[in-house]
């Protein structure tokens, strides 16, 4: 079910892969179009939790700062 609008576009493959991929959509009891949602969802999320990553880093970095002091090797090895 969609609650917000929906967009239609056109894409253009090989019609050898698009007719494998619709075989195996089908096969899986869904359609090409739900695939490609599935798909298009996971891709931006890859994206957005990058982002989120980005941040948390950044916050961590406002905290965990060294003031540009450096570690020697017995410093970053004690316990």
Known sequence: MYTLVVKNITLSADERLIEAARRKARAANRTLN???RRWLEAYTAGTERAT????VMEQILMY?????RRF????LNER
Not at 52 to 55: F, I, P, Q, T
């Open 52 to 55: 989120e990553a980005e941040v």
């Open 72 to 75: 020697s090797r017995d410093e």
């Open 34 to 36: 739900d695939e490609f």
């Open 64 to 68: 965990a700062g060294t003031g540009g």
